[in-house]
C-alpha cells in the first residue's frame, strides 16, 4: 500500500516586507502562485511508529529534514502510533525561494492525515505547519493566495495560468541571513490588494541578494533580454513570465551553463489535493 504525491513549487510574483516582529520574523504583503512543478514523494505506512526517508539525494536523507520533523510532529500532536516508509525524488532546486522543502512537508502533513486516519480538519494541519515553517501553511491549503502576517494569513486568488521560465543560478541564498540583514528593506508600506495588483510587482529581497551574490544580478540582466523577470522568496531563482511554453523554451536553450532551469505553469490549486482526492485514503 503507498500513497504517491506531489509536492510543487512556488513563487513569490511580489514580495512586500511591511515590519518585524518582535520575535525576529518579519510581516510580508506577498502573491504566492503555485507551479505545476515539484518534487514527488511515496508514503508506505507501517504498522510500527518509525519514520524512513530516502532520497535521491543523500544529503537530505537527516533527522533535519522537513518531511521527518513533520511526521514527529503529527505523531506528538496526535499520540498515534503508526510511521511511514517515505521515498523523496527531490527534483526541485534548494535554498531558492521555490519552497521546494516547506511543499515536502506540507505533502507529508496531508499524506500522513489520509493515511493514519487522524481526521485533522485543514486548520488544524495549517496551524501544525506553520511550527515547521512560515511557508508550509500555503501548501496545506494548496491555493494559491495573497498572503499577510509571517506569510500563513492567506486568501485565495484566481491568477491567469501563465507559463512561468524559472532559472536557479549557481549560489545559495540563506533565508535566515536576508532577514537578519540591516540592509534588508523592511518598512515598505502596507498597501491594499487593489493597489498592489495595480502597481509594478517587486521583491523586497531582491537588491540585498543582488548586492551579496552578483550571480544572481548576472543572472536577471540574461533574463531580462527575454522578458521582464523578479526574484522569488529570498533568492536565489529568478523567473520571467512568457505568452507561451515556446518563447519559454527558445530562452531555456540559451541558458547559462551555470545555472538550472525549468519551465513551468501557475496553477491555482495545487495538483496534491486532486492526487488525494483520487485515492481511497482520503480522510
Ligand atoms: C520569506 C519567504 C517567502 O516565500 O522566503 P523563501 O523561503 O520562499 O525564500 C518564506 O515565507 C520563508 O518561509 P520559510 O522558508 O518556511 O521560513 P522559516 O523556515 O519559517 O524561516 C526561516 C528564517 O527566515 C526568517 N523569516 C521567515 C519568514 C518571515 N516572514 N520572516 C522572517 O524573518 C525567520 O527568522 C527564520 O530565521
Ligand atoms: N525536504 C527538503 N527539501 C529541501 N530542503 C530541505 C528539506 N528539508 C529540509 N531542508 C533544508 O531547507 C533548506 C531550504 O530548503 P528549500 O525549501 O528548498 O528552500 P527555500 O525555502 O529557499 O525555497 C535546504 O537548504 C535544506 O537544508
Known sequence: MTLSLPAVAKLNLFLHITGRRDDGYHNLQTLFQLLDVGDELQFSPRADNQLNLQCNDLSLQGPDNLIIKAGRLLQQQTGCQLGCDIVLDKKLPMGGGLGGGSSDAA?????????????????????????????????????????????????????????YLVVTPPCHVSTAEIFQHPDLIRNSAPLSLDTLFSSPW?????????????????????????????????????????????????????????????????????????????????A
Open 107 to 163: 505533502t507529508t502533513l496531508l499524506a500522513l492525515n489520509a493515511l493514519w486516519q487522524l481526521k485533522l480538519s485543514q486548520e488544524q494541519l495549517a496551524a501544525l505547519a506553520l511550527q515547521l515553517g512560515a511557508d508550509v501553511p500555503l501548501f496545506v491549503r494548496g491555493f494559491s493566495a495573497f498572503a499577510e502576517g509571517v506569510g500563513e494569513k492567506l486568501v485565495p486568488v484566481q491568477l491567469p495560468q501563465k507559463t
Open 202 to 282: 517587486r521583491n523586497d529581497c531582491q537588491p540585498l541578494v543582488e548586492q551579496l551574490q552578483p550571480i544572481v544580478a548576472l543572472t536577471l540582466q540574461w533574463l531580462v533580454e527575454y522578458a521582464p523577470c523578479r526574484m522569488t522568496g529570498t533568492g536565489a531563482s529568478v523567473f520571467a513570465e512568457f505568452p507561451d511554453a515556446a518563447s519559454a523554451q527558445h530562452a531555456l536553450t540559451h541558458l547559462p551553463a551555470s545555472c538550472r532551469g525549468f519551465i513551468a505553469k501557475g496553477v491555482n490549486q495545487s495538483p496534491v489535493m486532486a492526487a488525494l482526492a483520487d485515492t481511497e485514503f482520503n
